[in-house]
């Protein structure tokens, strides 16, 4: 099975695995070092074959903007 690549407005180049139904990896590939990261897969579409550039895009934007606003727990442990 084939996974998706795709190109961001970056020049990054990242390839769209899709874990399950509702998860998808995005993995940096080519010289790509942005970290791994899982998004939630739209709901409207489950193959990452037929989503646009743009849609996916907007997962990487989505899970990078999701990365930075994320407050360390102090109570952690």
Request: avoid cysteine; aromatic fraction near 8%.
């Amino acid at each position: 099975m084939g996974y998706r690549r795709f190109t961001d407005r970056d020049g990054n180049e990242w390839e769209v695995q899709d874990s399950s139904g509702s998860e998808w990896r995005l993995l940096p590939v080519s010289g790509n070092q942005k970290p791994q990261t899982t998004v939630r897969a739209p709901g409207h579409e489950n193959d990452p074959f037929e989503l646009s550039n743009e849609e996916l895009q907007r997962l990487v934007d989505a899970a990078q903007s999701a990365r930075t606003t994320r407050s360390k727990n102090p109570f952690l442990d």
